[in-house]
């Protein structure tokens, strides 16, 4: 018989493998007794059945543990296996298995790394989930249908029922007799358990701004159905199937109370009164600063940037060009024989041979002595005077 899950107590896996199926039981340990909590098997298919013994044992951990993921996540569980070399299996070396058998290990490592070997018989419950196969189901023919009409017109809950307004009953003849049997009318819009769970359902997911998207809904929206409470027991259903209340995520959060709670009348107001005065918003202030060279208006050839997408090795200028005339904000240049006008923010100013040389006899002629030049003295940044040498004049002009 199966048990309500203890948080606090240790959890194993048993699994096992035959050669029509797999099996699995989830156990938690109270009192030194292993307890179920959950059953799992299916059967193998055809291309399954050819797999060796370590494969197949394999495939049944790697099922296990996808069907029971939803208990085993996050918590400490052991393996239990009756095939000793799947114990080892994680610990052997790269390329050993498969593809597959790695993927397999792969996702049951993610999970626990404690995988032990137990004796064949002492993993009855796993061993006879895998033999486990149905291929026909026969329906009873002792139904003792007179016991029946008797049964329910002694049925307090019965008769309860057939008057209220609910639930529409429907008398059925019994087959060879002349008495009936109440039963409810099948209809779709009825009021039935599984009916009302789908249009409550339904009226959550489209309660979301985008129902096409249920699947990612889904989780919470069930967590809030398993959390409410019914009226008529008085309990959620989570408390029916686990003993105890779910945590939920607001739960985990501790709470803070306001010092002074707000009027719900005069908060709608004045948020109304706000959002209905207009909002000025003065332009940004611009505090970009540009450089612009003092000698600018005297550039004879200019570097041009090249904006814009450039290849992987592209220089970042191109040129020189000559500048045909000169304004402010842009100068207009010659590139290639066409006329264009380029911003004075795009442009770099460009040192042809010809003033390179001129520099140079300058040089020469004040390291000389020739330079008619004055000396000029200048100031420092801290306020003393300096008079520069003749060598350095033609730099400080």
């Not at 050993?96 to 996702?107: G, I, V």
Request: one cysteine or more; hydrophobic letters at 35%; glycine letters at 4%.
């Amino acid at each position: 018989m199966l048990v309500f899950p203890r948080p606090d107590a240790p959890l194993a896996l048993s699994v096992d493998a035959s050669d029509v199926g797999i099996g699995g039981v989830l156990q938690q340990l109270v009192d030194n007794t292993w307890q179920p909590l959950a059953f799992f098997s299916r059967r193998l298919q055809h291309a399954e059945t050819k797999y060796s013994t370590f494969s197949r044992e394999l495939l049944a951990a790697y099922c296990a543990v996808k069907h029971f993921r939803y208990m085993l996540e996050g918590s400490t569980f052991t393996l239990f296996t009756d095939h000793k070399p799947l114990s080892h299996a994680l610990l052997a070396k790269p390329g050993k298995h498969s593809p597959r058998e790695a993927h397999h290990l792969d996702f049951i490592s993610q999970f626990t790394a404690d995988i032990k070997y137990i004796r064949g018989k002492e993993n009855v419950v796993a061993d006879a989930l895998s033999r486990m196969h149905i291929d026909a189901i026969q329906a009873i023919d002792e139904i003792d249908l007179h016991q029946i009409t008797i049964d329910q017109r002694d049925d307090e809950e019965l008769n309860r029922l057939r008057h209220s307004e609910n639930l529409t009953f429907k008398q059925v003849p019994v087959p060879c007799s002349n008495e009936t049997i109440w039963t409810t009318s099948y209809h779709l819009a009825a009021n039935g358990m599984i009916e009302h769970l789908h249009r409550q359902l339904k009226a959550a997911i489209r309660a979301h701004s985008d129902p096409n998207r249920w699947t990612e809904y889904l989780p919470f929206i069930l967590l809030g159905i398993r959390s409410t409470i019914k009226a008529d027991i008085g309990f959620t259903p989570a408390e029916m199937i686990y003993g105890t209340t779910l945590t939920l995520p607001g739960q985990m959060v501790a709470p803070t109370t306001p010092t002074r709670m707000p009027d719900p009348t005069s908060y709608t107001s004045r948020v109304r009164e706000y959002l209905a005065k207009p909002f000025n918003v003065a332009p940004r202030t611009q505090n970009t600063r540009t450089h612009v060279p003092k000698d600018i208006q005297s550039w004879t050839h200019v570097f041009v940037r090249n904006d814009g997408g450039t290849a992987r090795l592209q220089t970042p200028y191109s040129g020189p060009f000559k500048v045909l005339k000169r304004y402010s904000k842009f100068f207009v240049i010659d590139i290639d024989g066409r006329r264009d006008s380029v911003s004075v923010d795009r442009l770099k100013k460009a040192i042809l041979d010809d003033d390179l040389a001129r520099k140079r006899t300058q040089n020469t002629a004040v390291q000389n002595g020739n330079c008619d030049s004055p000396v000029i003295t200048t100031s420092t940044k801290s306020g003393r005077l300096v008079q520069r040498p003749h060598r350095f004049a033609v730099y400080t002009q």
